[in-house]
């Protein structure tokens, strides 16, 4: 099964605090996103990115960056942090498994901005 | 306006019922949707899609969902669930010709399942 690591699990940082969310996989997928979770909204589109140097503006870009270094490799950025940008965050990537393309992702790293 | 609302935030049913999850959606032009499962503290898993063709698709565990244009609906169902489906169940719909990650999500329904 295609995996999709992300780093670190848990954060919490303070107001103004600048944060860097990992994310690595190691399926050869060129597209790689990044989402957050908040509780009646589901899941929603903060970046993406089809390739090393890419990027795509997703939904709810406001307040963050986003950088792909390398084709397993995409971070998220959050330069001056707010407590709205409390969340839980999410990585994917897509690609084909088994014929069909589909979403991977991975666990989620929970930030807390106090 | 793209929308997707699943309008029951909890479900509870027994061990062995049949349950039905709605998903209306609004959205203009051709699309996909999608179902997905997120277990406590995990990230969200693939459980089925449509594109086109025969409106019933079949997904993993048992799960399959049913397309009507008509009600704009996507409804997942089982036949007969386990305490195994308890989770979170998100629908999902994306635009043909996007990236498949580009989705806009419904806000998702909690499945709880008693033994």
């Known amino acids: 099964e295609a995996a999709v690591t992300q780093s670190p699990r848990n954060k919490v940082t303070v107001t103004g605090g600048n944060v860097t969310l990992s994310c690595r996989q190691t399926?050869?997928?060129?597209?790689m996103y990044w989402y957050r979770q908040d509780t009646g909204h589901g899941l929603r589109l903060i970046h993406y990115s089809y390739g090393a140097g890419n990027l795509q503006i997703g939904d709810v870009p406001d307040g963050y960056k986003a950088t792909r270094t390398t084709q397993e490799d995409f971070f998220l950025l959050l330069e001056l942090a707010s407590p709205s940008q409390t969340s839980l965050y999410f990585c994917?990537?897509?690609?084909?498994?088994?014929?069909?393309?589909?979403?991977?992702f991975g666990h989620g790293t929970k930030l807390s901005v106090l | 306006t793209q929308t997707v609302s699943q309008s029951d935030a909890h479900v509870t049913v027994f061990e062995g019922d049949s349950v039905e999850l709605r998903c209306n959606y609004s959205y203009g032009g051709s699309i996909y949707l999608s179902w997905y499962i997120q277990h406590h503290g995990r990230g969200l898993q693939f459980l089925l899609k449509?594109?086109?063709?025969?409106?019933v698709v079949q997904g993993v565990n048992g799960f399959e969902a049913e397309f009507s244009k008509s009600d704009s609906s996507f409804h997942l169902r089982k036949a007969s669930v386990h305490w195994s489906d308890s989770a979170v169940y998100f629908c999902a719909v994306s635009a043909r010709g996007s990236a498949l990650g580009r989705l806009h999500f419904g806000a998702g329904t909690q499945l709880i399942v008693i033994p």
């Open positions: 399926n050869s997928h060129n597209y």
């Open positions: 994917a990537s897509s690609g084909r498994d088994r014929g069909n393309e589909r979403l991977f």
């Open positions: 449509y594109y086109s063709g025969n409106p």
